[in-house]
T-cell receptor, first 111, second 114 residues
Framework: KQEVTQIPAALSVPEGENLVLNCSFTDSAIYNLQWFRQDPGKGLTSLLLIQSSQREQTSGRLNASLDKSSGRSTLYIAASQPGDSATYLCADGTSYGKLTFGQGTILTVHP | DTEVTQTPKHLVMGMTNKKSLKCEQHMGHRAMYWYKQKAKKPPELMFVYSYEKLSINESVPSRFSPECPNSSLLNLHLHALQPEDSALYLC?????????????FGNGTRLTVT
């Protein structure tokens, strides 16, 4: 059974700081790794998807990496802004679309 | 604005009621999903439809009955639910059911069972 763990559980940073969120997974045959953000009471917004054959993906101020050998992924957020405050979830994806989520990291960026 | 639309946003139902949750997408996606999210927990997969056929049922109790009338619509029929079924029910879609493309989620239906 796949397990996905995220640390830290919560993170509070001042605006402008660069930060890293961590995700570890037990599935050595991972198909893809996805990062989402969830605002309170809302659905999930897809941020980045890394296929198992890739090592990283970038979108704007976000960069996600994947290291299958160590079972880890990181999400790097550059120059954080208050609007980045949300819960960030990583998910181990299978070839048939099932996602197994971590518990999430609650990020607060204060002005 | 999300491209996956879920109705209703909120639903309160008694344990003897029958209700339905609805989900719609017009992105031409061929895979649709139901996830359940309890408070302060991550989402958990319930069902996957691929090309309008049920491909995955994650051992969900029969009081939850999914239906995919066409490639744009996904329903979840509810009957004889328990208070512990109270949760946020999330619908999602993706281009295919192969896991190669990201999932797009709706904002969910917050269900309370009394």
């Amino acid at each position: 059974k796949q397990e996905v763990t995220q640390i830290p559980a919560a993170l509070s940073v001042p605006e402008g700081e660069n930060l890293v969120l961590n995700c570890s997974f037990t599935d050595s045959a991972i198909y893809n790794l996805q990062w989402f953000r969830q605002d309170p009471g809302k659905g999930l917004t897809s941020l980045l998807l890394i296929q198992s054959s890739q090592r990283e993906q970038t979108s704007g101020r976000l960069n996600a990496s994947l290291d299958k050998s160590s079972g880890r992924s990181t999400l790097y957020i550059a120059a954080s802004q208050p609007g980045d405050s949300a819960t960030y979830l990583c998910a181990d994806g299978t070839s048939y679309g099932k996602l197994t989520f971590g518990q999430g990291t609650i990020l607060t960026v204060h002005p | 604005d999300t491209e996956v639309t879920q109705t209703p946003k909120h639903l309160v139902m008694g344990m003897t009621n029958k209700k339905s949750l609805k989900c719609e997408q017009h992105m031409g996606h061929r895979a649709m999903y139901w996830y359940k999210q309890k408070a302060k927990k991550p989402p958990e997969l319930m069902f996957v439809y691929s090309y309008e056929k049920l491909s995955i049922n994650e051992s969900v109790p029969s009081r939850f009955s999914p239906e995919c009338p066409n490639s744009s619509l996904l329903n979840l029929h509810l009957h004889a639910l328990q208070p512990e079924d109270s949760a946020l029910y999330l619908c999602a879609s993706s281009q295919s059911g192969t896991g190669a493309s990201p999932l797009h989620f709706g904002n969910g239906t917050r269900l309370t069972v009394t």
